[in-house]
Structures are given as structure tokens and as C-alpha cells.
């Protein structure tokens, strides 16, 4: 079973940026697209976004589109999530996920979670 571990979360302040990292235990991260969410505090998970397993194809939330990106390096196990520009209601717990398929932006075709990761962006 894939273990997945998101890190680079912190405080930051409107118009900044950061990167997520999701780092998988196994090798076998390179069959499954994967794909990032988020819950902001007193809300439902939702779609940020995904990418193909081989890291051609992606889709974002119209959200994110322009700011966000997402790419994976499957050499060493990793997907990133470079977000710029944040603005406040970025704020939420980032979650990393991986699924044996095509990507989706539908939180419950996705097998596998991480812990998440918390950014909070101050105004």
C-alpha cells in the first residue's frame, strides 16, 4: 500500500508563494494519477488538482487555474504543487491522493491519502 507524505505548508502572506511536495513510499507511485485537495476549516474537501500518471495531462479548479501547477517527478516519487499568487481563502489543509486510473477531481474514485499539510495565508 502507498503511504504518501505531504510537506511544505506554512504561513504565508497574500500574493505569495509556496510549493507542496507528496513524497510515496513505493515505486509503484508512477502507475497512479494523482491528485491534490483541500478542506479549509468548517468546509467539505474539494478539487484543487490532478495530474496523469506519466505527468502529461492535468486538470486544475477554475479557482487555481493560472496560479496553481501541478507536475510529479516519477524518478523520485514526488508530486509538487507550485501555488502562486495565494490569496486568503487559499487557506485550508492540503491533501495529496493517488488513484490506479485516469486522473479525476472526484475526491471519492482516489485510494490512497496523505496526512495533509496546513498553508494559511494572511491578508
Known amino acids: 500500500q502507498v503511504q504518501l507524505v505531504e510537506s511544505g505548508g506554512g504561513l504565508v502572506q497574500a500574493g505569495g508563494s509556496l510549493r507542496l511536495s507528496c513524497e510515496a513510499s513505493?515505486?509503484?507511485?508512477?502507475?497512479?494519477?494523482m491528485g491534490w485537495f483541500r478542506q479549509a476549516s468548517g468546509k467539505g474537501r474539494e478539487f484543487v488538482a490532478a495530474i496523469s500518471a506519466v505527468g502529461i495531462t492535468t486538470n486544475y479548479a477554475d479557482s487555481v487555474k493560472g496560479r496553481f501547477t501541478i507536475s510529479r517527478d516519477n524518478y523520485k516519487n514526488v508530486l509538487y504543487l507550485q501555488m502562486k499568487s495565494l490569496k486568503p481563502e487559499d487557506t485550508a489543509v492540503y491533501y495529496c491522493a493517488g488513484r490506479k486510473g485516469d486522473r479525476s477531481a472526484d475526491e471519492g474514485e482516489y485510494d490512497y491519502w496523505g496526512q495533509g499539510t496546513q498553508v494559511t495565508v494572511s491578508s
Open positions: 513505493e515505486r509503484t507511485f508512477r502507475m497512479y494519477a
